[in-house]
């Protein structure tokens, strides 16, 4: 957080993203991509946890990106029963749901209507 540019630290622009490993109790994890202004959350089944691998979902997503999560998914959750259909249907329900802090407005409406450019910062 002391390396973040105070702009992305404030939310200020849409853009700024992080992400991070979600791990189980029993083998698997899912990377976790979260747009810091709008909330924007995507999950992606990670099959393993390698820098590489990790890197590869990375760019394949932001590739794809036009110029709450531990409640759903507890740690005890069993990964084998993670389908993508179920990822999807939670990709959906977490960013059509209105947020306080956006104005009410879903992380989707704040993403897919506000979004100039992705700034990526290694």
């Given at each position: 957080m ?19 490993l979600m ?43 036009p ?31 209105p947020?306080?802090?956006l ?5 989707n ?8 450019s ?5």
């Open positions: 002391h390396e973040r540019p105070p702009d992305v630290n404030a939310r200020e622009d849409v853009g700024n993203f992080e992400s991070d791990q189980f109790s029993t083998y698997g994890q899912l990377l976790v991509i979260h747009e810091r202004k709008s909330r924007f959350t995507i999950f992606i089944w990670q099959e393993t946890k390698t820098a590489d691998d990790v890197a590869d979902n990375l760019v394949s997503f932001f590739n794809d990106v110029q709450e999560i531990r409640r759903f998914l507890p740690r005890k959750t069993d990964p084998a029963e993670i389908t993508p259909e179920r990822l999807a249907k939670l990709n959906e329900l977490i960013n059509n749901t947020r306080k802090c104005g009410y407005l879903t992380p409406e704040v993403f897919f209507n506000k979004i100039t992705v700034a990526l910062q290694t």
